[in-house]
Nanobody, 121 residues
Framework: QVDLAESGGGLVQAGGSLRLPCTASGASPRSYALGWFRQAPGKKREFVAGVSWSGDIEYSESVKGRFTISRDNDQNTVDLQMNDLKPDDTGVYYC???????????????WGQGTQVTVSS
């Protein structure tokens, strides 16, 4: 069991940057793969980025080269640094966790409450 709390959303102009922090808490937060999904209006939730407990990282093709995910196992946090934001990045961003690295990227078991990111043109 892991609880996830994310923040950092807001309104930013295209080309700008935002950082989304997430804190994991519970019995064994270090055991979980952590990452981010997002959902745009009228669209299904999609995988954005993830990191395993040991540091393996994967990004969706749409954000590769612009977003950076990082993990601090001492603080039980995971951050998503988003650079060169585009209007298509607009959506609700969810911090997610799962005991399985593979499942995290498809159907994670644990979700944060979400934080709204809006990118204006």
């Amino acid at each position: 069991q892991v609880d996830l709390a994310e923040s950092g959303g807001g309104l930013v102009q295209a080309g700008g940057s935002l950082r989304l922090p997430c804190t994991a808490s519970g019995a064994s937060p270090r055991s979980y793969a952590l990452g981010w999904f997002r959902q745009a209006p009228g669209k299904k939730r999609e995988f954005v980025a993830g990191v395993s407990w040991s540091g393996d990282i994967e990004y969706s093709e749409s954000v590769k080269g612009r977003f950076t995910i990082s993990r601090d196992n001492d603080q039980n946090t995971v951050d998503l640094q988003m650079n060169d934001l585009k209007p298509d990045d607009t959506g609700v961003y969810y911090c997610v966790g799962d005991l399985s690295w593979s499942t995290l990227r498809k159907r994670p078991d644990y979700w944060g409450q979400g934080t709204q990111v809006t990118v204006s043109s």
